[in-house]
DNA sequence: AATGGGACCTGCGCGC
DNA sequence: TGCGCGCAGGTCCCAT
């Protein structure tokens, strides 16, 4: 589950850590991970090529190469990096010019490693919604407005706004107070203000205490992040509301577990 | 357009 | 105790 804070996070160790450095070799000791090309062209295409710029586009992390062609790496659901490398369950470990390893880790395989020649021709790209951060509250009511759907899948909905998941959509809802089943539509304009502004604090605070480690989310350097001890609803049900008191509750919507307080988020 | 389901995966927690 | 089952969720794809 890296969503956006946790994928940012990454990023910004990738930068101050790897960037500028020469993959000398690439060992795949999990085919299954690389979606494109074939095994053999991966490996013979990263061989030599120096990291010449890092980013991020929703939960997408993508290395462009000096060959050109860019590593685009999706975590999913348990994908990890880690630098200096330990060689621990790793499925594919990027050898780097200064002697350590990049390790791509991932236990349930969902994870996809990419080397493309240009990344933008991506169908995710392509369909990929707006960065929170690149948005302005005026355009955020906007695309909301032609809306039917329950607000809680359409905050996770990469093609509506990118970077948002399960975890992070339960804990912007709450801070907005704002039951998840709600119709899109039906939101008042105070509710789409107050929503956008909690969509960006949410984020943001995420980002500052470097993500969520629930499940298997880890830093860079193998370390979890901090913001779990600051969830309001996520996997809390049968707690008690850190605002009322009254206990969380855990509904499926969409296919997916959702948190809410039923007092504080009422219909 | 929206919604629901299955597929991809594996480790874990639950019930018996 | 041990086993089998269902669940977890990001994204794509198909059906309705």
């Known amino acids: 589950m890296p969503e956006l804070p946790e994928v940012e996070t990454i990023k910004r160790a990738l930068e101050k850590s790897i960037l500028g450095k020469k993959i000398t070799g690439v060992i795949v000791y999990e085919p299954r991970v690389i979606r494109e ?7 013979k295409g990263l061989q030599g090529v120096t990291i010449k710029n890092i980013l991020r586009r929703g939960k997408l992390l993508i290395l462009e190469l000096s ?7 999706h975590l999913k659901m348990t994908g990890q990096l ?3 490398g330990n060689g621990k369950a790793s499925r594919v470990s990027f050898k780097l010019s200064d002697g350590k390893t990049l390790d791509f880790n991932d236990q349930r395989l969902f994870g996809e490693l990419r080397l493309i020649d240009n990344w933008h021709d991506l169908k995710f790209i392509q369909k990929l919604g707006p960065e929170p951060f690149a948005l302005t509250p005026e355009e955020f009511k906007k ?3 032609e809306k039917k759907t329950k607000i809680k899948p359409l905050l996770m909905d990469q093609n ?28 008042s304009g105070k509710e789409k203000e107050l929503l956008f502004k909690e969509i ?3 984020l943001q605070e995420a980002i500052k205490y470097q993500g969520s480690s629930v499940d298997s989310y880890v830093k860079l350097n193998g370390q979890p992040g901090n913001y779990v001890k600051y969830h309001k609803v996520y996997d809390r049900q049968g707690k008690p509301c850190l605002v009322c008191k009254q206990s969380i509750q855990r509904i499926a919507l969409g296919g997916r577990g959702t948190y809410f307080c039923p007092h504080c988020q009422p219909r």
């Open 37 to 43: 090309p074939k095994k053999e062209a991966f490996i």
């Open 67 to 73: 060959s050109g062609k860019s590593l685009a790496i």
């Open 143 to 145: 695309r909301l407005a």
């Open 160 to 187: 509506f706004i990118s970077g948002i998941g399960n975890l992070y959509a339960a804990e912007v809802l709450f801070r907005a107070r704002i039951n998840p089943a709600r119709p899109a539509a039906s939101l």
């Open 82 to 84: 880690v630098y200096p």
């Open 200 to 202: 960006k604090n949410t």
